[in-house]
């Protein structure tokens, strides 16, 4: 499995972005895709993911503000990040879950300023 980000950028407060996740390979057995957020000098932590049922789970900090979607068909994941604020910038990471192993992919860059 190999994942490809993209859609990161530069944005102003309260602007928006839409990260893509596209991966290559066999899927079979992926149980979660998600995103993961890294900021300078903090660790990477979960920004939200979808399991297999198609429930989404939110960090606090976004919920109402980020919506995650999957397309199976294409075995993506998209990140719709809304009202950003500066506090969201980071490298962003697309995961997925195959038989309890993860595949990364390889960041894109978040950077919310005026």
């Known amino acids: 499995v190999q994942l490809q980000a993209s859609g990161g950028g530069l944005v102003q407060p309260g602007g928006s972005l839409r990260l893509s996740c596209a991966g290559s390979?066999?899927?079979?057995?992926?149980?979660?895709m998600g995103w993961y957020c890294q900021a300078p000098g903090k660790q990477r932590e979960l920004v939200a993911r979808?399991?297999?049922?198609?429930?989404?789970i939110y960090a606090d900090s976004v919920r109402g503000r980020f919506g995650i979607s999957r397309d199976a068909a294409k075995n993506a994941v998209y990140l719709q990040m809304n009202s950003l604020k500066p506090e969201d910038t980071a490298v962003y990471y697309c995961?997925?879950?195959?038989?309890?192993?993860?595949?990364w992919g390889q960041g894109t860059l978040v950077t919310v300023s005026s």
């Open positions: 979808i399991a297999r049922d198609g429930i989404p």
């Open positions: 390979g066999r899927f079979y057995g992926i149980s979660s």
């Open positions: 995961k997925f879950v195959k038989f309890g192993d993860d595949y």
